[in-house]
Structure formats: C-alpha cells, structure tokens
T-cell receptor, first 116, second 115 residues
Framework: AQKITQTQPGMFVQEKEAVTLDCTYDTSDPSYGLFWYKQPSSGEMIFLIYQGSYDQQNATEGRYSLNFQKARKSANLVISASQLGDSAMYFCAMREVMNRDDKIIFGKGTRLHILP | KAGVTQTPRYLIKTRGQQVTLSCSPISGHRSVSWYQQTPGQGLQFLFE???????NKGNFPGRFSGRQFSNSRSEMNVSTLELGDSALYLC??????????????FGAGTRLSVL
C-alpha cells in the first residue's frame, strides 16, 4: 500500500499568494517523522521542514509551515507569500522507526509553478 | 560547512558496462543513503550505510551494490548496466541512523544515461 500520497501532480499559483501542498500518509508506527523537500530543476533535494509524530506544535521554518493533523494522517506544506524561486518539485516523505526498517519513503511529488 | 558532494555529475555508459558513483557526506555525518529517481518510479531507496555497515536495503537487484569507507565516503556500483538504469542517483547524508528525526541532506545527484 502506498504510504505517502500527494494528490496534486501539478499546481499553478500567482506570485505572492499562499500555497498549500497536500500530503497524506499511512503508518501504524506511533513514532515517525515527516519531511518536506524541494527539488529545483537542478536536481538537488533541499530539506525544508520536519515534523515529529509526538511534536505538539506544527513546525515552521521561515515562510514554510507544516499543517500537521495527526488524526487525519495529513501533513500539508504551507508556503506563505510565494516567490518565483519557489517553482520546483516538492516531495513529502516519512520515516517510520518501527523495528529496524526505518528508511525514508517519498511521495510522488507535486510540481509547483509560480506565475509572475 | 561543505554540503554533500557527488561525482561525477553526469555519466554516459552503454549497456553491459559497469559504473561507480561517489558520494562525500557532510563532515561529521556517518550515515549515507542512496536513491534512484526516475520519472516513472519516482524516488526509490537503494541502500543506507552507517559506520561502514549496510543498515537497510531497498528492493533492487544484486547488480546494485555499495560500500562505505572509514571516512564515511560512500560509493555505489551498478554492474551489467541496463537501459532501465538510466536515472538520477541521489546520495544523502545524515548525522545518525535509526531515529525519527534523522534529517537527510542531499547532494546534487549523478545523472546516468545508459545507451
């Protein structure tokens, strides 16, 4: 079963608007971490933000925030005041810590286009 | 602090050949993971090395192998290349292993084309 689902293959957003990228996950492990990465056309994956399953508050990093809804198994990325440089692929990922198989699993990604 | 360095950036090989890709992690990071990224399959985990030991392995054939040296640098090898091995190969390093908050930092990748 797919563990990370990103339902938006592509999005077009006007510059300076806020953007929400959806991510839902599936796990039975009570301890897990959720990550968002940005991949520009250059190929490098850039770490954006982390949310732990036991964290009480939603994570924030500058213009990035993670809307963590544990009961719904949802971890949406919110980008405030989007910029042209935000155009890229965005990946949601999860690491489970159950047993020893704790590799990171990535979603299929959302391609974000910021329009001037 | 220098980031994760992958060499070479681009590689062209022919079917049947073998290839070795290199990854130098961030200083102090002891865990190195490798991923294959293709348009069809997305990002797929290959393997993770921690302190010179393979800790995790993805679902890839034995043609894909790796190793880690005492200085944490890692190499991955693909033998008997197939057309389907054409992909972006990403290396990621992290401080630890086996914990939820284990942030991986990626290199720019090696783009392998198999002709």
């Amino acid at each position: 079963a797919q563990k990370i689902t990103q339902t938006q293959p592509g999005m077009f957003v006007q510059e300076k608007e806020a953007v929400t990228l959806d991510c839902t996950y599936d796990t039975s492990d009570p301890s897990y971490g959720l990550f968002w990465y940005k991949q520009p056309s250059s190929g490098e994956m850039i770490f954006l933000i982390y949310q732990g399953s036991y964290d009480q508050q939603n994570a924030t990093e500058g213009r990035y925030s993670l809307n963590f809804q544990k009961a719904r198994k949802s971890a949406n990325l919110v980008i405030s005041a989007s910029q042209l440089g935000d155009s890229a692929m965005y990946f949601c990922a999860m690491r489970e810590v159950m047993n020893r198989d704790d590799k990171i699993i990535f979603g299929k990604g959302t391609r974000l286009h910021i329009l001037p | 602090k220098a980031g994760v360095t992958q060499t070479p950036r681009y590689l062209i090989k022919t079917r049947g050949q073998q290839v070795t890709l290199s990854c130098s992690p961030i200083s102090g990071h002891r865990s190195v993971s490798w991923y294959q990224q293709t348009p069809g399959q997305g990002l797929q985990f290959l393997f993770e090395y921690f302190s010179e030991t393979q800790r995790n392995k993805g679902n890839f054939p034995g043609r894909f192998s790796g190793r880690q040296f005492s200085n944490s640098r890692s190499e991955m090898n693909v033998s008997t290349l197939e057309l389907g091995d054409s992909a972006l190969y990403l290396c990621a390093s992290s401080l630890a292993s086996g914990v939820a908050k284990n942030i991986q930092y990626f290199g720019a990748g090696t783009r392998l084309s198999v002709l």
